[in-house]
C-alpha cells in the first residue's frame, strides 16, 4: 500500500507519515523499483499505535521509547501524564475563571479590561497590604466580580484584608450569598468561619435567612457567629445559642459579644422575658459551674423587666459572693436609673 492511499485510510498526513520516517518512528517495509513506499499490514498497525499514544499526550521521543524498547514501563510514564494533565487543567480551568470574571464585569475598552486584570491580580498578591487596597478598590468605577471577592474572602487569613473584602461583598449586596452559602460547606473550618462572618456582613432578608438555618448548622462556630449576627436583627430564634454562649465561655466567639447580642434582643419587651427566665433557668441548674454563673449574672443586667429584677433580688443573697456583689451592683444601678 502506498503513501496516499494510507494517508487517505490511516487519516495521518503524507507529510505526516515523512516525518515518522525522518524520526525512525515508521520505515515502510519495502519500497518499488522506483522508489516509492509500500507500507504492510504490521506498518498500518503501527501507525495505528503512534495516534493512539500520541493521544494520550506522550512525545514523538516517548512513543518511539514505548514501542521500541522492551525494557519500557509505562507505569511512570503514565503517572507523569497524569500529573501534567492535572496541571493543565488546572491552569486552564483557573484561566477561564478569570475570562469569566472579566467577561461579567462587562468592561467597556482594553483600559478597563486591564485594570480588571490589575485588581485580580492585586487580590492574589503574596502582600497584605496589596490585597486590601484592592478590595476597598473593588468597589470603585470598575468593580472587581463578585465572584472574585467572595473566592478572597473564604481564601483570607489576614484579619485586616478580611475586613475589607467583608466590607466589599456587603457593599456588594446580596450577588454573593449563594457562593457564601457554599462556603458554609466547605470541609475546612477555617472557610466555614469566614463564610459566616461574610454573610453576617450583609444587612438583606436573604442573608438573614441564611443566618437562621446555620444556627441548626454542625460546626458550632458557625452557629455561634450565626447566633451573634442575629441579635441585632431581632431574630429570636438566636437565644438559645446565645444563652448557650454565655454559659461555655466560647473562645471563637466572645461570650461579652453574646450578652450584647441578648440586650439588643431584649429592647421587645417579650422577648426580654424569654431571655431573663432562660438566663434563670441556666443560673439553677446544678452543672453550671462558678465562673458561668458570674457571667450570666452579668448578662442579666442589661436584660430590662421584671423577671430580670427578680432573679438578680435574689442572686444579691447568693452563695456565691462574686455572684452576690455583681447582682446588688446591678441593683443599685437600677435603683440609681429609676430616681
Not at 227 to 247: C, E, F
Amino acid at each position: 500500500m502506498r503513501i496516499g492511499e494510507v494517508a487517505q485510510r490511516s487519516g495521518v498526513s503524507a507529510r505526516m507519515l515523512r516525518h515518522y520516517e525522518s524520526l525512525g518512528l515508521l520505515r515502510p517495509t519495502d519500497r518499488t523499483e522506483v522508489g516509492y513506499r509500500e507500507y504492510s499490514s504490521d506498518d498500518i498497525r503501527r501507525i495505528f499505535h503512534i495516534e493512539s499514544l500520541r493521544s494520550l499526550g506522550l512525545s514523538l521521543r516517548e512513543v518511539g521509547r514505548a514501542l521500541d524498547d522492551p525494557g519500557f514501563k509505562p507505569s511512570q510514564l503514565v503517572d507523569d501524564l497524569v500529573r501534567q494533565t492535572r496541571e493543565r487543567i488546572a491552569a486552564e480551568t483557573e484561566l477561564l475563571t478569570r475570562l469569566a470574571r472579566i467577561d461579567a464585569a462587562g468592561p467597556a475598552d482594553w483600559e478597563g479590561v486591564l485594570r480588571i486584570v490589575a485588581l485580580l491580580q492585586a487580590l492574589r498578591s503574596e502582600s497584605a497590604g496589596t490585597r486590601q487596597r484592592a478590595a476597598l478598590a473593588s468597589v470603585g468605577e470598575v468593580p472587581v466580580p463578585v465572584e472574585a471577592l467572595v473566592e478572597a474572602a473564604l481564601n483570607e487569613a489576614d484579619p485586616h484584608v478580611a475586613g475589607a473584602l467583608r466590607w466589599a461583598l456587603a457593599r456588594a449586596g446580596g450577588d454573593g450569598l449563594a457562593l457564601l452559602a457554599e462556603g458554609l460547606d466547605s470541609p475546612a473550618a477555617e472557610v466555614r468561619k469566614r463564610a459566616v462572618q461574610s454573610i453576617a456582613e450583609i444587612p438583606n432578608d436573604e442573608a438573614t435567612a441564611l443566618l437562621r438555618a446555620a444556627l441548626t448548622h454542625p460546626d458550632i462556630a458557625v452557629r455561634r457567629y450565626a447566633a451573634l449576627a442575629l441579635g441585632p436583627r431581632g431574630a429570636a430564634d438566636a437565644v438559645p445559642t446565645l444563652l448557650d454562649m454565655i454559659v461555655e465561655e466560647a473562645n471563637d466567639a466572645n461570650d461579652a459579644d453574646a450578652a450584647d447580642a441578648l440586650s439588643a434582643l431584649a429592647s421587645d419587651p417579650a422577648l426580654a422575658e424569654r431571655i431573663a427566665v432562660g438566663l434563670v433557668a441556666r443560673l439553677a441548674s446544678s452543672t453550671v459551674g462558678a465562673s458561668a454563673r458570674q457571667r450570666l449574672t452579668q448578662a442579666l443586667a442589661d436584660i430590662p423587666g421584671a423577671v430580670a429584677s427578680g432573679a438578680l433580688a435574689e442572686l444579691s443573697h447568693d452563695e456565691d459572693r462574686v455572684v452576690a456583689l455583681t447582682a446588688t451592683s446591678v441593683l443599685n444601678r437600677r435603683d440609681a436609673d429609676l430616681r
